[in-house]
């Protein structure tokens, strides 16, 4: 692991709010994403880092900034931050230790910084890049167990869990930044009836995820191997891979979900590069009597350090509940670290058979739930295949989700002796479906 004088806990921001306990944004933090003043039609969505309730205009402090990140950030298409991921991660520590020093109390870059402050409460976001391919991994064993549990009672897991990354290629074409409004989908829907119907989804789901953003991609017929995977990584997101449940159910043999997934998927705006998750590695292991990965997926920096603590919460806000100006109630909560497989080893299942990243690409970790119970994360497990209502404190209940629900994920780190960091939020709201006529 490298930690360095960014990591300090003990390092303070002229920038208030960042120095707030609570706050996601601290200066060891500084994710990056695109954003543009809400309402401002007119404005195309540029660079900008998060340091407490503000934003910095990457391109408004470029006198503050190393030449290379400003080059690096000029080459970006309008929107994009594909050019400047692709230059990799020693570029990204230059802004990182740049801004560290530039907003730091007492720093004399303050006067060519302040003026490039936006407020977040002023802010709307897209998002950070062009994704060109999205994949969506399965590594929460938890929850594969759980679902499992459901449809295979006696055998929940298939053979090739615990040795193969399971995943599967989508679509990138509708995700979304936080804030996405999107309508239940329509689907062919199989009960008890001979023929299928189409009709709108009755078995809403979200699905608590982590999403991985590539950095610099691969030459075709190459393969990253495990020691360099993270170099290809920008940092990590929230992701919420909405699922309509009983379109699957039709759907899902043999090849896998397809309506059931491809209307929508929330990622949270900020990026949490790498660097500022040093401090939360964590070991990663195996339960004993599990197979030992593959040597193309093994490493020792892997097994020492190669997991993330990451606490994962769900939120949960009913249109009565907005209604009433109630906050959104917590539906659960689980960890990163739980995951059965690691990033680095997502990458480099992805690229043994000689697959080509790109810059901007996506991974979705698969939804992570707890080894506990409440702990699922989806309301497919908390609710037991919708035998099971979750009953909320106004007294409403949810076996899936109904029209006008705002799901909101959140998730930060936290460890002695460290400052702790969060995502912001990933807030996503289902609206009423279109006539299937």
């Not at 009836?193 to 699905?207: F, H, K, T, V």
């Amino acid at each position: 692991m490298t930690l360095d004088a960014t990591h300090d806990a003990a390092l303070t921001s002229w920038v208030e709010s960042a120095n707030a306990a609570d706050t996601d944004f601290p200066i060891q933090n500084l994710p990056i994403g695109m954003f543009r003043r809400r309402g401002s039609d007119a404005e195309t969505f540029r660079p900008g880092v998060a340091i407490g309730n503000r934003i910095v205009d990457l391109n408004a402090a470029a006198a503050a900034l190393p030449t290379s990140v400003n080059r690096a950030l000029a080459a970006c298409a309008p929107g994009e931050l594909n050019a400047y991921m692709a230059e990799g991660r020693a570029l990204h520590r230059e802004l990182r230790v740049a801004l560290s020093e530039g907003l730091s109390a007492g720093s004399e870059a303050r006067e060519r910084i302040e003026p490039a402050l936006v407020a977040q409460a002023e802010a709307e976001y897209a998002v950070p890049c062009r994704i060109g391919d999205y994949t969506d991994f399965y590594t929460g064993i938890h929850h594969a167990t759980t679902v499992g549990k459901l449809f295979r009672p006696d055998n929940p897991l298939l053979p090739n869990y615990k040795w193969v990354p399971i995943g599967y290629h989508g679509r990138s074409s509708s995700i979304g930044a936080t804030g996405q409004r999107f309508l239940r989908p329509l689907g062919q829907l199989k009960s008890g009836a001979d023929a299928p119907q189409l009709g709108p989804s009755q078995r809403m789901d979200y699905e608590l995820e982590v999403g991985i953003f590539v950095s610099r991609g691969n030459p075709p017929g190459s393969r990253i191997a495990m020691e360099h995977a993270e170099d290809h990584v920008m940092g990590l997101v929230l992701l919420n891979d909405w699922s309509a449940r009983d379109v699957q159910a039709w759907e899902y043999q043999p090849l896998g979900p397809f309506l059931s997934k491809n209307f929508a998927t929330t990622i949270s705006p900020w990026i949490v590069t790498l660097d500022a998750l040093e401090p939360f590695r964590a070991p990663w292991t195996r339960p004993d009597g599990d197979p030992q990965p593959l040597p193309y997926l093994d490493s020792a920096a892997n097994r020492a350090h190669g997991a993330f603590d990451i606490v994962l919460e769900v939120w949960l806000q009913t249109d009565a509940m907005l209604a009433a100006g109630h906050a959104p109630v917590r539906l659960t909560s689980a960890n990163f670290r739980d995951a059965y497989w690691t990033v680095a080893q997502m990458v480099a299942h992805h690229t043994v058979g000689g697959c080509n990243l790109q810059s901007g690409d996506l991974f979705g970790s698969g939804t992570q739930s707890g080894p506990e119970a409440g702990q699922g994360g989806s309301l497919l497990e908390l609710s037991s295949g919708g035998r099971e209502p979750v009953v909320l404190p106004n007294g409403e209940r949810r076996t899936f989700l109904q029209d006008g629900d705002t799901i909101v994920l959140r998730a930060h780190c936290r460890r002695d002796g460290c400052r702790r960091i969060g995502f912001g939020d990933c807030a996503g709201t289902l609206m009423p479906a279109l006539a299937a006529g």
